[in-house]
């Protein structure tokens, strides 16, 4: 069932979706320095240890891959999404006054202040209008 999270809500579970984002994040960065290397050692075309070297890295991308499929589906089981990795963009499926709405969280960002509704994942991000006192 999919949950629906109001927004303070959705900003107390932030500190979880960070910490899941910060591996995120550090897998991403460590996959693309492992392809870069790859690619060069490929491009080098040296025989000596090449294939050994290369399984090693294609070992070593593959965890990395591993990884950020489990931090994608640590975010699907809260209901959440992600929109794109670059930068890290997170959607939760919310609920406010005026109905349904999907929160926007990208990587460095504090709390929960951007949204849009269901349906126009792919259009730019709005900040939220909070009613005063809020």
């Not at 965890?63 to 499929?69: M, Q, S, T, W, Y």
């Not at 640590?74 to 963009?89: A, C, D, F, Y």
């Not at 509704?117 to 005063?132: D, F």
């Amino acid at each position: 069932m999919k949950r629906l999270y109001t927004l303070q809500e959705a900003n107390q579970v932030l500190k979880l979706v960070r910490a899941i984002a910060a591996e995120l994040l550090e897998r991403r960065t460590a996959r693309r320095t492992l392809a870069r290397q790859r690619e060069q050692l490929e491009n080098a075309a040296t025989p000596e240890g090449l294939r050994s070297e290369l399984a090693e890295l294609d070992a070593q991308i593959w965890a990395h891959d591993e990884a950020l499929r489990n931090c994608r589906e640590e975010l699907e089981k809260l209901s959440m999404t992600v929109l794109r990795t670059n930068p890290l963009t997170v959607h939760i499926p919310g609920t406010a006054k005026s109905g349904e709405v999907v929160f926007c969280w990208q990587e460095g960002e504090a709390s929960v202040c951007f949204g849009h509704p269901p349906g126009q994942e792919e259009h730019q991000r709005r900040p939220l209008k909070l009613a005063s006192g809020a």
